[in-house]
């Protein structure tokens, strides 16, 4: 167990990164911020993961592997979002999504 810090706690400090990712991603119009928010909200439910495993059972590391998972998988979905941010800014000269119509249909 963690030294003074309690699993409420934990939960509290990764629902806030979780929502504060959620209104990033709802507000922004550019593409790069709401990528990063996209981010913000994975690595919280990462360290949910993490947090809870070790507070209901230590000594398997399924939490730990799962948060392994979920971060190769935001880097793979980082690369492919960046890809295609950098296509479009090619095409259009803007990354604001309400100017972007390219890949509408």
């Given at each position: 167990m963690?030294?003074?810090?309690?699993?409420?706690?934990?939960?509290?400090?990764?629902?806030?990164?979780?929502?504060?990712?959620?209104?990033?991603?709802?507000?922004?119009?550019?593409?790069?911020?709401?990528?990063?928010?996209?981010?913000?909200?994975?690595?919280?439910?990462?360290?949910?993961?993490?947090?809870?495993n070790?507070?209901?059972?230590?000594?398997?590391?399924?939490?730990?592997?799962?948060?392994?998972?979920?971060?190769?998988?935001?880097?793979?979905?980082?690369?492919?979002?960046?890809?295609?941010?950098?296509?479009?800014?090619?095409?259009?000269?803007?990354?604001?999504?309400?100017?972007?119509?390219?890949?509408?249909?």
């Amino acid at each position: 167990m963690i030294e003074g810090v309690t699993l409420v706690e934990i939960m509290s400090l990764t629902t806030i990164l979780f929502f504060i990712g959620v209104y990033g991603f709802l507000t922004r119009t550019n593409l790069m911020a709401m990528l990063m928010s996209l981010e913000l909200m994975i690595n919280a439910e990462a360290v949910n993961f993490v947090s809870i495993n070790k507070y209901l059972s230590p000594a398997i590391l399924q939490g730990q592997i799962f948060s392994l998972f979920i971060i190769a998988l935001a880097a793979a979905e980082t690369a492919l979002a960046v890809a295609i941010i950098l296509h479009l800014f090619r095409l259009t000269n803007t990354i604001d999504v309400k100017e972007v119509k390219t890949l509408k249909y």
